[in-house]
Nanobody
Framework: QVQLVESGGGLVQPGGSLRLSCAAS????????MSWYRQAPGKERELVASITSASDNGNYADSVKGRFTISRDNAKNTVYLQMNSLKPEDTAVYYC?????????????WGQGTQVTVSS
């Protein structure tokens, strides 16, 4: 059974930090590109960060560069998103995604999402 279980979301003040975790099971984790997306009410879902191998530093949206860090631990089948210097505009539901292959042949899995609220 394929599962992506997210944790670590919550309420934080501007300038604070949160660490999101996504625990994966039911597939060969190391062969998948892992990503974090987010979606705020009334806005489209956007890619925040993605990572290929454990040695990859990741790719980031311009809005989070220098503040967020994505990492993965293949031994634990877990991907993380360290979020520092949080801003109110970071408020959104954050989703974990696993992807392998192409549009014509491959697999895509999504987590259920976790709420991050940045407010004073």
């Amino acid at each position: 059974q394929v599962q992506l279980v997210e944790s670590g979301g919550g309420l934080v003040q501007p300038g604070g930090s949160l660490r999101l975790s996504c625990a994966a099971s039911g597939f060969t984790f190391s062969r998948y590109v892992m990503s974090w997306y987010r979606q705020a009410p009334g806005k489209e879902r956007e890619l925040v960060a993605s990572i290929t191998s454990a040695s990859d530093n990741g790719n980031y949206a311009d809005s989070v560069k220098g503040r967020f860090t994505i990492s993965r631990d293949n031994a634990k089948n877990t991907v993380y998103l360290q979020m520092n210097s949080l801003k109110p505009e970071d408020t959104a539901v954050y989703y974990c995604k696993a992807a392998w292959g192409s549009e014509s042949y491959g697999h895509r899995y999504w987590g259920q999402g976790t709420q991050v609220t940045v407010s004073s």
